[in-house]
């Protein structure tokens, strides 16, 4: 049971354009999202995340939209740079269940974005 | 310099014997957890611990333990029972009400 998913395994696009990588998933108990980037042979670092109260959240060339009716995500980058190729891996929590739910966070698939010169 | 030291990065293994993957961390964090990495299917969640001398499993437990006897310290055991060990596996750490985890930087487990 794949709850949260990442459909597209791969994006191309070329430098200075935009990326938008997306985000799905079905737990409705999910109330905080995050995404992080991921170099080969090294561990996920953080870029930037949105409580579900927020249906926006911007960090410079980054940016996370949220649809919580869609129960849909997305990470715009913008412009687009060569050093952004990497793996990229939507995560969800359910931040107020509390508990031994706290801090667990699910992850999707990963998509890989090539950003060409 | 604060991080997670995961150790070794590559580690070989013959069938049937356990290994013992390394995490430590000095950033004084509450929670740490250990994810397994395969190609398509990203980060499954294997086991956790909120605080020191409690743990509970995660999603894929099965064929593997853990123990968390220091604050700063949350090794994996891959044992003979886990019957597809060859993976990239991540220890990460988390401190309350700083929300998002902080990786090591993997190891590598091949079975020979």
């Known amino acids: 049971d794949q709850q949260v998913k990442q459909n597209s395994p791969s994006l191309s696009v070329q430098e200075g354009r935009i990326s938008i990588l997306n985000c799905d998933y079905t737990n409705s108990m999910f109330d905080y999202f995050l995404w992080y980037k991921k170099y080969p042979a090294e561990g996920p670092t953080f870029l930037i995340s949105i409580s579900s109260i927020k249906d926006k959240n911007e960090d410079g060339r980054f940016t996370v939209f949220l649809n919580k009716s869609a129960k849909h995500l997305s990470l715009h980058i913008v412009p687009s740079q060569p050093g952004d190729s990497a793996v990229y891996f939507c995560a969800a929590s359910a931040l107020n269940a509390g508990g031994t739910s706290y801090g667990k966070l699910t992850f999707g698939q990963g998509t890989i974005l090539t950003v060409h010169p | 310099d604060g991080g997670i030291t995961q150790s070794p990065k590559y580690l070989f293994r013959k069938e049937g014997q356990n290994v013992t993957l390394s995490c430590e961390q000095n950033?004084?964090?509450?929670?740490m957890y250990w994810y397994r990495q395969d190609p398509g299917q990203g980060l499954r969640l294997i086991y956790y611990?909120?605080?020191?001398?409690?743990?509970q499993k995660g999603d894929i437990a099965e064929g593997y333990s853990v123990s968390r006897e220091k604050k700063e310290s949350f090794p994996l055991t891959v044992t003979s029972a886990q019957k597809n060990p060859t993976a990239f596996y991540l220890c990460?750490?988390?401190?309350?009400?700083?929300?998002?985890?902080?990786f090591g930087s993997g190891t590598r487990l091949t079975v020979v």
């Open positions: 611990s909120q605080i020191v001398n409690d743990f």
């Open positions: 990460a750490s988390m401190r309350r009400a700083v929300y998002g985890y902080t």
């Open positions: 950033l004084n964090h509450d929670a």
